[in-house]
């Protein structure tokens, strides 16, 4: 670290803690790498003004295709536009200067703020205790996965609770999620509304041939497919009555949230999003992170540390027996955590449900759109996404639904989500989210209405495509395992 900046970091206040000198020994660069790894002459870099290298970073970022460039309607992602205040709160130093070793008196603001987030949670997801710490949506899946391993221990179930039903519609991690913590997973079908098979679940509950027990039924709610689990109270009534847990994945949240909670629904456990329904970054542009709320029974088993107040004064304590123990470093993705909480207090309660109403007709407006030129797989009312199947089109045009996503590319929006859900074949999964315009919308159904008529007329151009992008069409599998990151 260089020296003006540790004295900085040093000063009393800035972040709490006096940083002790460093003792790092220096020693010659061709000790440390060798001669044969040393340039004899300075290395010939070109001599450029200013306004030409940033114009050529600048055009260079813009080659990339993100939320702040091009549309990103990819269904069950949420990939929604993140309001720059909140990165802007995120970044101010009584944040970004933050030590997790810090002592508990010089960081009760941050506490506070992950607190009431918390019970902020706990408020939209019809909940009553929720952790911060889970890095992502996948693992919040495997803390909640691991609270219910720990409940049927608790109750003396653990050795014949082994199973977890996990409906085909629901939120493709899940099976993932279950068998990494030493579940076996039963899948359950749709019925042909796209909601569960209430009989195919009350018979997956039953003891299996080696009188094995369901240990708990992951749901997502609304559905990959888009649609609401109208019978979901059932679904809570019958695994409750086969002695399990009910697991919501959050995924979807952005199609409910401030109209519906998954407490009311019977639900036990459940993770949320906060880099897809709290305006946090996404993916790549991350880290994720994924709060896991639970009921109050489940409680006491809840990852340490716990915020909890003490004599007027919020710590992090580990006095938790029962608990699954740590899961993350420290207390979680603090400054995602910060950015969620500044998201969730710019729009208040009536904001975080306008994002719900626009969401979802943002999505039925766009799928009768493009109903005229592909079908939906599950014909009604949607929520925040929709599917469509191609594979009549791929019958009548050899055009694949790749090749579809890949010509997309050309016209300046991202793909969407595609081949998934399986069930549905040459499936196409569009989710445009509550911050797009119209205007937006119109456009991109004019594309895929254009790359349609391109697909019957001229079919070897969309099954070539991209043609515009930097890179072309690659071969998938390769550059998977021969992966090349500079040109």
């Given at each position: 670290m260089p020296e003006p900046l540790l004295k900085e970091l040093s000063k009393p206040g800035l972040i709490g803690v006096k940083l002790p000198e460093p003792d790092i020994p220096i020693k010659p660069l061709a000790e440390l790498l060798g001669t044969e790894n040393l340039r004899s002459d300075p290395p010939p870099l070109p001599e450029l003004d200013q306004p030409t290298v940033v114009r050529h970073f600048v055009r260079l970022s813009q080659l990339n295709y993100s939320v702040d460039t091009h549309f990103y309607p990819l269904g069950s992602c949420t990939m929604k536009h993140n309001p720059k205040v909140d990165e802007e709160v995120a970044k101010l130093p009584e944040f970004a200067m933050l030590h997790p070793l810090q002592d508990e008196e010089?960081?009760?603001?941050?506490?506070?703020?992950?607190?009431?987030?918390e019970q902020m949670l706990c408020e939209i997801g019809g909940m009553d205790a929720c952790t911060l710490q889970g890095a992502a949506g996948a693992q919040g899946e495997f803390i909640g996965l691991l609270l219910v391993r720990v409940w049927h221990r608790y109750r003396g179930e653990e050795e014949k609770r082994t199973r977890i039903i996990v409906p085909d519609s629901a939120h493709g991690t899940n099976p993932a999620s279950a068998a990494r913590c030493g579940f076996t997973v039963e899948s359950v079908p749709s019925g042909p509304d796209g909601c569960i098979d209430l009989s195919a679940l009350e018979k997956a509950l039953q003891p299996d041939p080696n009188g094995l027990l369901p240990a708990a039924v992951m749901v997502t709610n609304p559905n990959t497919l888009g649609k609401f689990e109208r019978d979901i109270v059932k679904v809570a009534e019958?695994?409750?009555?086969?002695?399990?847990?009910?697991?919501?994945?959050g995924a979807n949240l952005n199609a409910i949230m401030g109209k519906a909670k998954p407490g009311d629904m019977g639900c036990d456990i459940m993770h949320f999003n906060l880099h897809k329904t709290f305006g946090t970054p996404h993916g790549g542009g991350g880290p994720g992170s994924g709060p896991v709320a639970v009921k109050s029974f489940l409680e006491p088993f809840l990852p340490v540390p716990v915020i909890e107040e003490k004599d007027g004064k919020l710590v992090l304590s580990e006095d938790r027996p029962l608990s699954v123990g740590r899961v993350h470093s420290f207390y979680g993705n603090v400054l995602v955590a910060v950015k969620a909480y500044a998201y969730i207090r710019s729009l208040g309660a009536e904001g975080l449900t306008k994002v719900t109403e626009d969401a979802v007709l943002n999505a039925n407006y766009l799928m009768h759109k493009l109903a005229k030129i592909f079908p939906v797989a599950f014909p009604g009312l949607c929520k925040h996404e929709f599917v469509l199947s191609l594979k009549q089109f791929k019958r009548e045009t050899g055009v694949r639904t790749w090749d579809i996503a890949k010509r997309l590319l050309d016209y300046g929006f991202y793909a969407p989500t595609v081949y998934f859900p399986i069930t549905v074949e040459e499936a196409m999964m569009v989710e445009p989210t509550e911050t797009e315009r119209k205007e937006t919308l119109d456009a991109f159904a004019a594309a895929l209405e254009q790359i349609a008529r391109e697909a019957r007329e001229r079919p070897e151009v969309v099954q070539t495509a991209p043609h515009k992008t930097p890179v072309g069409r690659l071969d998938e599998a390769k550059a998977a395992r021969e992966l090349k990151v500079r040109w």
């Open positions: 010089t960081v009760q603001g941050i506490l506070r703020l992950l607190k009431t987030l019958l695994t409750h009555e086969a002695g399990a847990l009910l697991y919501y994945d």
